[in-house]
């Protein structure tokens, strides 16, 4: 399968946490946990994947998003009736081999 492409337009800021994967380099896995992370009203169901490495360190990659601002806005005019968990999110990962 094909790896996604870089967005060669948009840049990652400095205070972008993807930034901290940069720091995997080097380390090893020691296990990989993956479910779906603890439901909240306020935000949309998602998946969760935690690396635990050999050092004693985790990480958790989870996703984020606007989803409460989108629903506030829609919300606001009167349209619509959404909730934040009324959305699911997933981590779509792609293997090249």
């Known amino acids: 399968m094909t790896l996604p492409k870089f967005d060669?337009?948009?840049?990652i800021k400095g205070n972008y946490s993807i930034n901290q994967a940069r720091?995997?380099?080097?380390?090893?896995?020691?296990?990989?946990d993956i479910g779906v992370a603890e439901s909240h009203p306020r935000l949309h169901q998602r998946e969760l994947l935690i690396i635990s490495f050999t050092d004693g360190t985790k990480l958790?990659?989870?996703i984020g998003s606007n989803v409460q601002n989108v629903i506030s806005a829609l919300n606001h005019n009167g349209k619509v009736d959404l909730k934040p968990n009324d959305f699911h999110t997933d981590l779509d990962l792609t293997w090249q081999r």
């Open 8 to 11: 060669k337009h948009n840049e």
């Open 23 to 32: 720091d995997m380099v080097g380390k090893t896995i020691a296990s990989i």
């Open 60 to 62: 958790a990659i989870s």
